[in-house]
């Protein structure tokens, strides 16, 4: 769909609809399970709810920008509310219509295509009632059966933060997991840039490891070596990122 997608469909670039179901239909034959991203903060301004309802729409403030000049840009400040673009407006969870709407959208997709879960982008930028109505909607809505069985539907958010703040959203009611950034960071040193031991020290990657799985309260997490948001494993490995 791309970072602002201006439309509820496929992006037409990527292929059709039956495209996307005959992939997912491929891969639940090999016993491999499909989740997407849902990014369920902003459209694109050309995007028909936007050009249909503005009025579900926050107040145009640039989240790089400190529209109150006091030192704190509007991330910090307006987290929940700011335009991460010119060009990509921000929903106004705190009204019904857009809440129903938005998760309404992603329930009917993801029974639709048969998806086996959903990743769910900038979940801090959203108030959290979001992801409590959207996963009441799942739990209420979706039974999905993949090749092996009866499958839990898994929702896994992104919140590039510490311990705290990604185990906020994590648990009953909420999110079933998210990207374990903590935890990234410690692979990254301990393999990449040869800062922490595996095992030995406070700061090891042992240690790490222990954190996470007691911060989270159990979940299994997701863990990753890099994406999009951050510099190339390899980068770090070869010295080019200090």
């Known amino acids: ?5 201006d439309s509820d469909a496929p992006e037409e670039h990527f292929g059709t609809e039956e495209d996307l179901v005959a992939l997912i239909e491929a891969a639940h034959a090999r016993n491999m399970r499909v989740l997407v991203d849902w990014v369920g903060n902003h459209v694109h ?3 028909d709810t936007f050009e249909e309802n503005p009025q579900w729409f926050n107040d145009r403030f640039i989240c790089e920008e400190d529209d109150d000049a006091n030192g704190v840009l509007n991330w910090d400040q307006r987290p929940e509310s700011c335009w991460f673009a010119t060009y990509l407006p921000d929903i106004d969870y705190t009204q019904e219509a857009p809440l129903v709407d938005r998760v309404a959208v992603a329930l009917e997709q993801a029974k639709r295509w048969n998806l086996d879960g959903l990743r769910i982008d900038a979940v801090k930028h959203m108030p959290e009632s979001v ?3 959207l996963e009441y909607e799942i739990q209420a809505h979706i039974e999905h059966r993949a090749a092996g069985g009866d499958q839990d539907f898994r929702t896994i958010g992104e919140t590039f ?21 903590p935890l990234y960071y410690s692979v990254l040193a301990a393999f990449a840039r040869d800062e922490i031991g595996l095992s030995d020290g406070e700061n090891s990657l042992r240690a790490s490891l222990s954190t996470s799985r007691s911060a989270y309260g159990g979940a299994v997490m997701s863990t990753f070596l890099g994406h999009h948001d951050v510099s190339r494993f390899i980068a770090h490995a ?5």
């Open 161 to 181: 933060d510490g311990y705290e703040r990604i185990a906020q959203y994590v648990g009953p009611g909420e999110l079933d997991a998210q990207y374990d950034f």
């Open 131 to 133: 992801i409590v109505n």
């Open 238 to 242: 070869n010295g080019e990122v200090s």
């Open 1 to 5: 769909h791309g970072y602002w997608p």
């Open 45 to 47: 301004e050309n995007h």
